[in-house]
């Protein structure tokens, strides 16, 4: 890995030199080229840790991609960042990307909360294949959509990966209202900074009833809890 190139180095959030991290870019990373191994992480990263947004840890330790694998678990941004360390420790280049959306998967208590539709701070991984950037979304694991009546969104490698305009039904799902940009590390201090200004209930919520987001998911979907 070359360290001088910041789509390759390790961060403290981005830690792709952190042993579990290498190991699981080792289990995914399958294929005979970079778009066929970065297919793989995503898959990888989108189903095997859960989305779930009712444990927000701000901290650094939080968000760590590290963290997120030995969870199991995260929400977008742990997610993408999990995405872009397994991509740089398997040598494929990677940055942090981030958006402003509306009509984002959510939940009763989530948006009780959060007290408006719009998440600030969408993240999404962006991977250098074939000569560009290719923006991949590995936030909301299969189980999660099919419990919802979501598409699963896919990635391969060549077309961006963004966001789930509609639902299996046809209905509007999510809107990007504001692109925030790419950025080669986490910003952590702008993240934090925004979410304790617009969503002051959040984080003392997360910390306090950690609750289980599938589980009411599937049940105001009407289906079976995970």
């Known amino acids: 890995m070359n360290a001088h190139n910041p789509h390759l180095a390790a961060t403290p959030c981005i830690d792709s030199d952190h042993p579990e991290v290498v190991a699981f870019a ?24 859960r989305y779930d947004p ?14 997120a694998l030995a969870l199991g678990s995260g929400w977008c941004v742990p997610k993408a960042v999990a995405l872009a360390a397994v991509a740089r420790a ?12 509306r009509n984002h998967l959510s939940t009763e208590r989530l948006r009780r909360t959060m007290q408006t539709d719009v998440f600030a701070w969408h993240g999404y991984t ?20 099919e419990k919802f009546g979501l598409l699963p969104l896919e990635f391969d490698g060549v077309q961006d990966s963004l966001y789930h305009p509609f639902d299996r039904a046809g209905q509007r799902h999510m809107e990007y209202v504001a692109e925030r940009g790419s950025f080669d590390d ?28 599938a589980a009411d998911a599937a049940r105001e979907a009407g289906g079976a809890s995970a």
């Open 90 to 101: 398997a040598g494929i280049p990677a940055r942090l990307g981030f958006a402003d959306v």
């Open 26 to 49: 080792s289990t995914h990373a399958q294929g005979s080229n970079d778009r066929e191994r970065a297919v793989a992480l995503y898959l990888g990263v989108r189903d095997g840790l």
């Open 186 to 213: 986490l910003p952590l201090g702008e993240i934090t900074a925004t979410f304790a200004a617009i969503y002051p209930g959040l984080l003392a919520a997360s910390a306090a009833t950690p609750g289980d987001f």
């Open 126 to 145: 962006e991977l250098w294949i074939d000569g560009g950037w290719r923006k991949a979304t590995p936030a909301f694991n299969l189980s999660l959509c």
């Open 54 to 67: 009712y444990r927000i840890d701000l901290s650094e330790h939080g968000m760590r991609a590290s963290t």
